[in-house]
Structures are given as C-alpha cells and as structure tokens.
C-alpha cells in the first residue's frame, strides 16, 4: 500500500470503466490535470494486458486500476492516489490517509460506490 504520493502521477495506465457514468466523469475530469497519463477502458486489450491474471474479461471491473510504468498494479481508491496532489483538498487526504481509520473509512466508501455505481450513476454512452 502506497502511503506518501509525491507531486503529480508519473506516466501510467489508469484503467477504468467505459461503461460507468460516474468512472467517464471522473476520468475526464482527471485528463484535464494529467494529460501525460493514457485512460484505458477496462474492456480493452491493453487492460487484459496490463492487469494479467486480475482481468476478468466476462465482469464488470470490480474497481479502478493504476498501473504505473514499471508494471505496478493497484487497485481500488489507491489508484487515485497519485492523482491526489493535483487536486483541491488532495494534500489533506494525504495527510489524514496515514491513519489507518481514516483509510479504512475511504476504501469503505469506495467499496460502497463501486458496487452501486450502475444503480445510483447509470450506465455510460462512451464505447471506451
């Protein structure tokens, strides 16, 4: 698990749901800070490729995905974390992401989200 994330992501892969309403916003939200990260669609052959054994091509992804240049996967609320300082508040939930409640709480919720995320957000027209 990833604790400290210093300065803005490093070129990567941040695999996510095409499909999902809410995980095209918050993607394109983020191609607006990091544009030197590439954006996959989970249903891709680059995500099977990326992902390996953790891809599950006849699912919906369970989560987001960072894969960092060195081959690193991480899923879930951590795949955020390198994007966390180019954001308004990021700093803070670094900080207060050191105590293990609080991160407990965030991947809680996280959890949460990505389960319900078709039911509350709807479905994406974007084909990935």
Known sequence: MRN???G???SGYLIYDSHCRLCVAVKQKLEQRAAHVHYIPYDSRKAAECLGQRYQDDRRPPM???VDEKGTVVGGLEAFLPF???LRGG???MLLWRFRAWRQLM???YE???KYRYRWFGASKESG
Do not use: D, H, N, T
Request: proline content about 5%.
């Open 4 to 6: 400290e994330v210093s």
């Open 8 to 10: 803005q992501p490093e």
């Open 64 to 66: 987001a995905y960072w």
């Open 84 to 86: 966390l300082y180019g």
């Open 91 to 93: 700093r803070i939930f």
């Open 107 to 109: 991947i809680g919720l």
């Open 112 to 114: 949460l989200v990505a």
